[in-house]
């Protein structure tokens, strides 16, 4: 199931995506989507919403240097442990949503990366659980000062300044995560291509590693890595991740202020 958050009317609420000859519609749900939910019956066409950030997490928690073709064109070595910050809850912005170019940075870069939506609160979880603990999945844009994170020692404005953290278009609740295409495209010409079988350390591994720490609750996001080819976005691009099995997570880079 296709999970969307919305809005309509100055009101928010989660959606259930259907496909009809006319077009997608949404089905609002009753309540939230995290624990037992049912349908409306009430529909919306898509066409006809402005779609928010799917889950608003309370924390996204991101995964570096998870592909070796990535660490390698940066001229990264695979680190022998996951390398893990945080993205703050005022970078996340939605599909069709605007990118701001940071007034501190002269190189912008994108990065596709596969989200996962924690569905559940969770600790110390044991490998054979993980699939428990996870709502779905999205599409997600770890947007980069490329020259900020090489001259600072901590990523925290290099990858947490407003608006570097794009997320859906919607979360995906029935998919195998194993081994899915995914891809940037900027202006119509792609840029990364790659799957997410060439992961380093699996859902699983990150899932594991990260809960020893802390506790995820539910609708935050993990950021699982970027396949190699990431690039410079412009003021006036247009950056596109989709991922096989979800969609496509659209934005436009403008001037900050």
Not at 232 to 239: A, T
Request: aromatic letters at 6%; proline letters at 7%; one cysteine or more.
């Amino acid at each position: 199931m296709r999970i969307a958050r919305f809005s309509i009317d100055g009101n928010v609420a989660f959606g259930a995506v259907e496909d009809t000859p006319q077009g997608p519609v949404l089905d609002i749900i009753k309540g939230i989507p995290y624990a037992d939910f049912e349908l409306s019956g009430t529909k919306v066409p898509l066409s006809k919403v402005r779609l928010l950030p799917p889950v608003l997490p309370n924390k996204v928690v991101a995964i570096g240097r998870n592909y070796a073709e990535h660490a390698k064109e940066l001229g990264n070595e695979v680190p022998e442990v996951p390398v893990a910050f945080f993205k703050p809850t005022t970078s996340v912005i939605g599909s069709g949503d605007a990118i701001e170019y940071p007034s501190f940075s002269e190189e912008l870069h994108h990065e596709a990366e596969l989200a996962v939506v924690i569905g559940r609160m969770c600790r110390e979880v044991p490998r054979e659980r993980v699939k428990d603990v996870i709502f779905g999945y999205t599409c997600a844009n770890d947007v980069t000062a490329r020259d900020v994170q090489q001259r600072e020692k901590q990523w925290a404005r290099a990858k947490g300044f407003d608006t570097s953290c794009p997320l859906g278009p919607w979360v995906e609740t029935d998919l195998d995560p194993t081994d899915l295409t995914i891809q940037a495209t900027v202006n119509g010409e792609q840029r990364q291509l790659g799957r997410t079988s060439d992961m380093i350390r699996s859902i699983e591994d990150l899932v594991v590693h990260i809960t020893e720490a802390m506790t995820l609750l539910p609708g935050d996001v993990i950021l699982t890595g970027t396949p190699a080819g990431v690039g410079p976005l412009n003021v006036g691009d247009e950056v596109a991740v989709t991922i096989e099995g979800i969609g496509t997570l659209t934005n436009k880079v403008v001037k900050r202020g």
